[in-house]
């Protein structure tokens, strides 16, 4: 059974940083690609970031980058957001993303806030 567990949100001032953590089980992490999606209030779900299984290559959505960094640790079976100089737009749900096949995988979400 696919599980994807996040980590690591929070309230955090606007400049502020935090690290968000999904650890997986389930499935052959370092064969998969991985993403993060986040939901922001009233919005639909926003793609974030991805992270390629074979080269690591990185992707981003154009509002993170330079601001954000994904990563994965394929001995810990874990995928990590860096998240600087944060937002009050960045605020939403982060949810951690696994798609095998036509199927999509969804954390629970970790909420992050950025405000004063």
């Known amino acids: 059974e696919v599980q994807l567990v996040e980590s690591g949100g929070g309230l955090v001032q606007p400049g502020g940083s935090l690290r968000l953590s999904c650890v997986a089980s389930?499935?052959?992490?370092?064969?998969?690609?991985m993403s993060w999606v986040r939901q922001a209030p009233g919005k639909g779900s926003e793609w974030v970031s991805t992270i390629n299984s074979g080269d690591n290559s990185t992707y981003y959505t154009d509002s993170v980058k330079g601001r954000f960094t994904i990563s994965r640790d394929n001995a810990k079976n874990t995928v990590y957001l860096e998240m600087n100089s944060l937002k009050p737009e960045d605020t939403a749900v982060y949810v951690c993303n696994l798609r095998i096949g036509n199927s999509d995988y969804w954390g629970q979400g970790t909420q992050v806030t950025v405000s004063s």
């Open positions: 389930g499935f052959t992490f370092g064969s998969y690609d």
